[in-house]
């Protein structure tokens, strides 16, 4: 067995819940209920029948539930403002269709989720192109494409998709994204806003200033606006308004330096969800509402027209939609520790804890149970001892091999991040509607996996 790279920072044990049957309806999707049987539903499906069907581990996903949020992020910032989901989060081809119904646009940060998006019919127009290192073969598939936006990251970048669409006879909207040194209170990997960091142009030292004076020196360029994303996981407004506030200082200084107002500001997405019964997630309205204040606040102050808003929100839409399911293998009892419950899934299907010591939380979901709570440690199967799902919870102490757990809120970044570590097979994902249920992204097989090795 391997062991971790570092251990895990310390965390407080979880409060004593008073209920272990019991269902918190911030960190569940909507349509997730207990049945008078004690067995967990999703849209009037129980999971051990879903278990049955698609076998464990399997992601189940609550397509009303995914629909909601995007109709409630799109009706709370109006016609006037864009809502782009964040395609990094997770993206299928039935995601793709369900945000072309529901009338968002899409950010994606790589040709296959490009691929993606333009195989599902999503119109390119509603296509944002994001990241840092993008490749001329990239650029030039996007801008062939007729993307609506290149979020443009570096100078090399702009003279790239500049001779890009020079090339194609085209005028390509561009973007800027701007680093405005706003520390998000998150983990160090997924703060992205300060200047010590991979992520766009700063505007410390005028390179955010610098860039639209190329850009604006291109005839196949149009500047539409810029683009400030300061991290993920965040439940604190303060550092959306003290971002916004700068990003209107730069339209303010573009302005005033050639005479051109910028139609759009996008201030990304990074909205926090409920992973435990602690977390306290903001509302689309209440995000809607202090973002639309501030900016127009700051271009009221600046004598700018207030700019067309769009925002990002991925985790904030995909997240509290979709579980994991899991069968319980193995349950081990350390003596005045606690108990190791294994599961056939890990880190493979779910890296978060690993990687940024995330919380979940967990639920006994085949059955209820009366027996008394025991502090549990849920873990996989792979050779590493940092492979953890929920590194402290609360569990039935007649929990048994068979039964069935499930751990809420895994419907971003899990299956986006899963891999085939120890050659394990990654777990489909089945999305439940009206009372029927169907696989959007198939569980992988033997033959999958094989297929690529071709020594």
């Known amino acids: 067995m ?21 269902l918190d309806e911030k960190v569940w999707a909507q349509g997730v209920a207990r049945g008078a049987d004690g067995v967990v539903t999703v849209q009037d499906l129980a999971v051990t029948r879903l278990a049955e069907e698609f076998g464990t581990p399997a992601y189940i996903l609550d397509e009303a539930d995914f629909r909601a949020r995007c109709r409630a992020w799109k009706d709370a910032f109006g016609p006037g403002a864009d809502v782009y989901y964040a ?29 993606t998006a333009l195989g599902a019919g999503m119109p390119a127009e509603r296509i944002g192109y994001h990241g840092n290192n993008k490749t001329p073969a990239e650029i030039e598939r996007a801008v062939a494409a007729g993307v609506g936006r290149v979020v443009v990251d570096s100078f090399q970048e702009i003279a790239r998709v500049a001779h890009t ?17 706003v520390e998000a209170h998150t983990h160090e990997f997924i703060a992205t806003a300060h200047e010590d960091q991979k992520f766009g142009l700063a505007l410390a030292g005028g390179q955010a200033e610098e860039a639209a004076r190329r850009i604006l ?18 439940f604190d407004m303060a550092g959306f308004e003290v971002s916004a506030r700068r990003v209107v200082e730069l339209l303010g200084r573009i302005r005033d330096e050639h005479g051109v107002e910028l139609p759009e500001i996008d201030l990304g997405g990074g909205l926090g969800i409920a992973y435990t ?22 271009c ?29 293998g193995t349950v081990k009892p350390l003596e005045g520790l ?9 880190m493979s299907d779910n890296i978060r804890t690993a990687l940024y010591d995330a919380e979940y939380s967990v639920a006994l979901v085949s059955r209820a149970s009366d027996a008394e709570p025991m502090l549990v440690r849920v873990v996989g199967k792979h050779c590493e001892s940092g492979d953890i799902l929920v590194r402290d919870a609360y569990l039935p102490a007649d929990l048994a091999p068979g039964d ?10 899990c299956r986006a991040l899963a891999s085939n570590y120890n050659h394990a097979l990654r777990p489909p994902v089945v999305a439940v509607r009206d009372g029927a249920a169907r696989v959007i992204v198939r569980r992988e097989t033997e033959e999958d996996l094989l297929r690529l090795d071709v020594g």
Do not use: M
């Open 2 to 22: 391997t062991a971790s790279a570092k251990p895990a920072a310390a965390q407080p044990v979880p409060a004593l819940p008073a209920d272990l049957n019991a």
């Open 87 to 115: 395609g990094k989060a997770f993206l299928s081809r039935a995601v793709v269709r369900w945000l072309a119904e529901e009338g968002l646009h899409l950010d994606v940060c790589s040709a296959g989720e490009l691929a």
């Open 165 to 181: 669409a020079r090339a194609l006879g085209v005028r390509q909207k561009v973007q800027i994204r701007v680093t405005v040194g």
């Open 217 to 234: 020196g291109h005839d196949s360029l149009e500047l539409t606006g810029v683009h400030s994303h300061i991290g993920s996981q965040i």
């Open 277 to 298: 019964p602690a977390d306290d997630p903001r509302e689309p309205q209440e995000v809607a509402k202090r973002l639309a204040e501030i900016v127009g606040h700051e």
């Open 300 to 328: 009221d102050a600046a004598g700018l027209r207030t700019p067309r808003i769009s925002v990002e929100p991925g985790r904030a839409i995909a997240g509290p939609t979709a579980f994991t399911l899991y069968e319980v």
């Open 338 to 346: 606690r108990t190791y419950v294994s599961v056939d899934g890990g």
């Open 404 to 413: 069935l757990v499930a751990v809420p809120a895994t419907g971003a970044y």
